[in-house]
């Protein structure tokens, strides 16, 4: 499946965990509200036909690039990454999960990603590159075809909940990102590219106890545990022949190409990878249900030229897939809160410019 212009201009924008984050400019013929800015205002009107498992659906945020969106524990704050105002990369910001109180709590310097807030709201974790220079780090080379950059300044910090205080947590030579905490705070899951790959990790919150969870050729990142932290689930690529060659080729040189990724889960004690699909798209941004039998991602299994990234729902053990929205262009980075009763999501719907990124919430129906 190839990746259209459309797609590779407007993924540029945001660097989401490197991958995906802004996606395929504003949707057309949506059934829209004009956006405003206050959530309050939002309605109904934001959802598509067949968007039957989303209820009381609205904006939270308004103009520029914001992505993935996580929940706080208890739900009533989320954490996120945004390019606004006079910013020229990604930084981290808190709000309410009504969209209000929005605040900055990442310093400005560098280009920074991957934030989530830890289980007791006692601390926030994201990756940063601001100990390698204050500026945003510079786009990538596309004389060898469209490629993301793996910045080598990237590590992850953990910091006070509204950004104080920051603490290096990895310190390894090349790419660290994409942490998250375990629901009972006690691990940190993350990708690193230290062992010349782009493998799994798992460490404790305060960078101790570092382990390997993922040992094959190809990309592994983008993890999330299960309720129960006893699962994992991850996006990964497995190439082979050329296409590892070609991967190998760019990995050196700090780079990666996008294209096939499929779905993992793997139980943390018995340490087997499980693939759940296996479709040939880009399937990304897999969240655990809170109850452990469901797992919602984002794909463009569905759009032959590759552009239209839509939500899809998984059963774990009949491995029947759902499709959630019906956007026309980008929907993805899903999240449930912990009670499993809304969902946070990244969109392009109800957009005013082309490629405008925001954060939506909905209710969830079964």
């Given at each position: 499946m190839t990746l259209g212009g459309k797609y590779m201009r407007a993924i540029n924008t945001v660097a989401s965990c490197w991958l995906l984050a802004t996606a395929l400019g504003a949707g057309t013929g949506a059934i829209a509200a004009e956006?405003?800015?206050?959530?309050?205002?939002?309605?109904?009107?934001?959802?598509?036909?067949?968007?039957?498992?989303?209820?009381?659906?609205?904006?939270?945020?308004?103009?520029?690039?914001?992505?993935?969106?996580?929940?706080?524990?208890?739900?009533?704050?989320?954490?996120?990454?945004?390019?606004?105002?006079?910013?020229?990369?990604?930084?981290?910001?808190?709000?309410?999960?009504?969209?209000?109180?929005?605040?900055?709590?990442?310093?400005?310097?560098?280009?920074?990603?991957?934030?989530?807030?830890?289980?007791?709201d006692q601390a926030i974790?994201?990756?940063?590159?601001?100990?390698?220079?204050?500026?945003?780090?510079?786009?990538?080379?596309?004389?060898?075809?469209?490629?993301?950059?793996l910045y080598e300044g990237y590590d992850i910090f953990r910091a006070?909940?509204?950004?104080?205080?920051?603490?290096?947590?990895?310190?390894?030579?090349g790419y660290d990102a994409e942490g998250v905490y375990s629901p009972q705070g006690d691990k940190i899951i993350f990708t690193s590219a230290r062992t010349g790959d782009?493998?799994?990790?798992?460490?404790?919150?305060?960078?101790?106890?570092?382990?390997?969870?993922?040992?094959?050729?190809?990309?592994?990142?983008?993890?999330?545990?299960s309720r129960d932290g006893q699962w994992i689930v991850w996006r990964a690529s497995r190439p082979e022949g050329?296409?590892?060659?070609?991967y190998q080729s760019l990995l050196k040189q700090g780079l990666i190409r996008p294209g096939r990724l499929e779905i993992f889960i793997m139980n943390l004690e018995e340490r087997k990878p499980i693939q759940l699909?296996?479709?040939?798209?880009?399937?990304?941004?897999?969240?655990?249900?809170?109850?452990?039998?469901?797992?919602?991602?984002?794909?463009?299994?569905?759009?032959?030229?590759?552009?239209?990234?839509?939500l899809f729902l998984i059963n774990v053990d009949t491995r029947k897939i759902e499709q959630i929205t019906y956007h026309p262009d980008f929907d993805g980075f899903p999240m449930f809160s912990h009670d499993g009763k809304k969902l946070v999501f990244a969109s392009n719907r109800n957009g005013k410019v082309e490629g405008e990124t925001n954060v939506f919430m909905a209710d969830w129906r079964w």
């Open positions: 956006p405003t800015n206050s959530p309050a205002s939002q309605t109904e009107e934001l959802r598509y036909p067949g968007e039957q498992h989303l209820t009381h659906l609205r904006q939270l945020t308004f103009g520029g690039q914001n992505a993935e969106a996580y929940f706080s524990f208890d739900g009533k704050e989320l954490i996120f990454q945004s390019t606004r105002d006079d910013l020229k990369c990604d930084a981290i910001f808190r709000m309410d999960a009504d969209g209000k109180n929005v605040r900055q709590v990442s310093s400005g310097k560098g280009v920074t990603t991957c934030s989530f807030i830890a289980p007791d974790i994201y990756a940063s590159t601001h100990l390698a220079g204050d500026q945003c780090p510079p786009k990538p080379d596309y004389s060898q075809g469209y490629v993301w950059p006070d909940p509204e950004g104080g205080n920051r603490v290096r947590l990895t310190d390894t030579p782009l493998e799994l990790f798992m460490m404790s919150p305060d960078g101790s106890e570092m382990e390997q969870l993922t040992d094959q050729p190809g990309y592994d990142g983008g993890a999330f545990f050329k296409a590892l060659a070609d699909t296996d479709n040939g798209a880009a399937n990304f941004g897999p969240y655990w249900h809170p109850d452990g039998k469901h797992i919602i991602f984002s794909s463009n299994m569905h759009n032959p030229k590759g552009r239209n990234f839509d």
